[in-house]
């Protein structure tokens, strides 16, 4: 079964945050300390939602939750204020690209500025990348351009990989062994979980 979508559910709170694989390299007798960067790290979002009333719309959303925790959660990455305009529909990798961090797309709208810190989804195989760019860009007249992420690509890109600005998503798993909607004698139901981007 494929991962559960559960974009169209309203957030209270959300809290991302960064996987970070490397170490520091601290000298047991002091000196200068290194960090020892490590591919890999995606991101975590920890996701609570408005109290729902019980019925029908929390037995419902108790429902779609159970499924992915069992199969897997996309949910939209809250940007908060942040207008993202039109950027087009159709934007790809242009090139193949075997790493670093710096990816060229075409297909977008002309002269769309990209933001630093906006957030995007590269797509490869079915699997949705979650990056965020590390300075602003604005894109020629025929909607290509270079942009620099935050994080090293996690995959090879082989050219036309879609990539998504309009809408981002983590798509993941919800983390812990358990999974509980407390339900308070008003008879709301509230969720929170944490999701992790699956590598």
């Known amino acids: ?26 000298p ?28 029908p719309d929390g037995r419902r959303l108790v429902a779609r939750c159970q499924m992915a925790k069992r199969y897997g959660v996309i949910l939209e990455v809250p940007q908060v204020d942040f207008k993202v305009g039109a950027p087009g529909v159709g934007i790809s990798i242009a090139s193949a690209v075997a790493g670093g961090r710096y990816v060229d797309i075409t297909g977008a709208t002309p002269r769309y500025a990209i933001r630093m810190g906006q957030a995007l989804n590269i797509t490869r195989n079915g699997h ?15 909607g290509a351009g270079q942009i620099a992420l935050t994080r090293p690509l996690r995959t090879k890109l ?12 983590i798509e993941g798993w919800i983390e812990g062994d358990n999974f509980s909607w407390p339900i308070d004698m008003q008879r709301t139901v509230g969720l929170k979980f944490d999701v992790v981007e699956r590598a």
Do not use: W
């Open 1 to 26: 079964m494929a991962f559960i979508d559960l974009t169209d559910v309203e957030c209270q709170l959300a809290t991302p945050a960064l996987l970070d694989y490397g170490v520091l390299q601290k």
């Open 28 to 55: 047991v007798l002091g000196g200068p300390i290194n960090k020892v960067d490590r591919l890999g790290g995606g991101h975590t979002l920890s996701y609570t939602v408005p109290p729902k009333a019980v019925e």
């Open 128 to 142: 949705r990348y979650l990056y965020f760019t590390s300075e602003q860009v604005i894109l020629n007249g025929a």
């Open 158 to 169: 082989l050219g036309a990989e879609p990539v998504n600005l309009a809408r981002p998503v």
